[in-house]
């Protein structure tokens, strides 16, 4: 859980003084936990999505006096009507995903008495097209948002890893990308960070840090075959 004041997707962006004039997070968990909370605090035009009725009130109550925040109380997904959320302490993913960082992670056993129902909405239905900056951390249904996205941010952050969890829709994202013209940026320990091509050029220690991050993530996840190799 990441608590610091600036965040790194914060710092990195107003490193390169990228244009930023409206901001989304899909996936807020709590207010002060958000990863673009310091976007909000500036002042940029925010769309908040976040499913989960405790994180809602929590967002109310935080950002109450917050005139550019519009919090928006669905789950994404690929079609509207309402979506079963499983619930695991921090955690919560839809519950017939195959893999979350819960289940892969924490082996965490699904509860049906500890499930929710919530109303869920295609993207396109909330996207005005306007997105600059977007962040999506949906424990493993990420892939939905970006299916029926209108904008095409110039930075999009997602939840791709995380130990020896893979975001099960990498493959689908990743294609996104490629034909909708991104390029990663940075990796920290569980996401992936695109942007669009031509915005700015990587320099050479932006590419080394990429490298060394990739390298990080591969022996993170597959840590525990390493030492079974050892033996």
Same mark, same amino acid.
Request: net charge neutral; glycine share 4%; proline share 4%.
């Given at each position: 859980m990441?608590t610091?004041s ?5 710092r990195?962006?107003s490193?390169?003084? *990228?244009?930023?004039?409206k ?14 909370i ?7 035009? &925010? *769309?908040?999505v976040?499913p989960?009725p405790n ?5 109310k109550?935080y950002f109450q006096?917050y005139?550019?925040?519009?919090l928006?109380?669905? #789950?994404?997904?690929?079609h509207?009507?309402?979506l079963t959320?499983?619930?695991a302490? #921090?955690? &919560?993913?839809?519950s ?5 960082? #819960? =289940?892969?992670?924490d082996?965490?056993q699904?509860?049906?008495n500890k499930n929710?129902d919530?109303?869920?909405?295609? +993207?396109?239905? *909330?996207d005005?097209?306007?997105?600059d900056?977007?962040s999506?951390?949906t ?9 029926t996205?209108v ?7 997602i939840e791709?890893?995380g130990? +020896?969890y893979?975001n099960? +829709?990498l493959k689908d994202?990743k294609?996104? @990308? ?6 990663v940026?940075f990796k920290?320990?569980?996401?992936t960070?695109?942007c ?7 320099? =050479?220690k932006?590419? @080394?840090?990429l490298?060394l991050a @990739?390298i990080?993530?591969? +022996?993170r996840?597959?840590k525990?075959?390493?030492k079974?190799?050892k033996?």
């Amino acid at each position: 859980m990441n608590t610091r004041s600036n965040k790194l997707l914060y710092r990195k962006v107003s490193s390169k003084t *990228i244009p930023i004039q409206k901001v989304c997070e899909v996936g807020v968990y709590l207010p002060e936990t958000s990863n673009i909370i310091d976007f909000i605090k500036e002042g940029k035009e &925010t *769309i908040l999505v976040e499913p989960e009725p405790n994180s809602i009130q929590a967002i109310k109550s935080y950002f109450q006096d917050y005139s550019n925040v519009t919090l928006i109380p669905v #789950a994404i997904y690929k079609h509207n009507g309402t979506l079963t959320l499983a619930k695991a302490e #921090a955690s &919560t993913f839809v519950s017939d995903l195959p893999m979350s960082p #819960a =289940l892969i992670n924490d082996q965490y056993q699904i509860d049906a008495n500890k499930n929710i129902d919530v109303e869920c909405k295609v +993207f396109s239905d *909330i996207d005005e097209g306007d997105i600059d900056l977007l962040s999506i951390d949906t424990e493993g249904s990420e892939w939905y948002v970006l299916l029926t996205m209108v904008s095409r941010p110039k930075i999009i952050s997602i939840e791709t890893h995380g130990k +020896f969890y893979v975001n099960p +829709f990498l493959k689908d994202i990743k294609n996104w @990308m490629k034909e909708n013209d991104y390029q990663v940026w940075f990796k920290d320990n569980s996401d992936t960070v695109f942007c669009k091509k031509g915005l700015f050029n990587l320099s =050479l220690k932006e590419k @080394m840090t990429l490298s060394l991050a @990739m390298i990080n993530v591969w +022996f993170r996840r597959n840590k525990k075959y390493i030492k079974f190799l050892k033996r």
